[in-house]
């Protein structure tokens, strides 16, 4: 069984820095592509945050672009979202989503995520 679990969440102040951690295990031969979602209210739709296949090639969302940065450590089977300059809009909770090759089946994998709060 494969897991995903996410950390790092926090309260910080306008225009501060967080980093969340991915951590994804349980048997997989191999992590294709990992994610980053976020909710910024309850009932509301998850958005795309940052999205990384394996290798480099990175999608940023627009709002996250100059701000944030998603990469990954395979060998530990980790990803990372680094987030600077937060503002109270990023406020939200953020999900990991891992697309995971196990018993020689690709399906995606979610985290219950970790909370973000931003203050003005």
């Known amino acids: 069984q494969v897991q995903v679990v996410e950390s790092g969440g926090g309260l910080v102040q306008s225009g501060q820095s967080l980093k969340l951690s991915c951590k994804v295990s349980?048997?997989?031969?191999?992590?294709?592509?990992m994610a980053w979602y976020r909710q910024q209210a309850p009932g509301q739709q998850r958005e795309l945050v940052a999205?990384?296949?394996?290798?480099?090639?990175?999608y940023l969302a627009d709002f996250a672009k100059g701000r944030f940065a998603i990469s990954r450590d395979d060998a530990g089977n980790m990803a990372y979202l680094q987030m600077n300059l937060l503002k109270p809009e990023d406020t939200g909770d953020y999900y990991c989503?891992?697309?995971?090759?196990?018993?020689?089946?690709?399906?995606?994998?979610w985290g219950r995520g970790t909370q973000v709060a931003v203050s003005a």
């Open positions: 999205r990384m296949p394996s290798g480099d090639a990175t």
């Open positions: 349980g048997s997989l031969q191999r992590i294709n592509v």
């Open positions: 989503k891992a697309n995971v090759l196990a018993n020689f089946r690709s399906r995606n994998y």
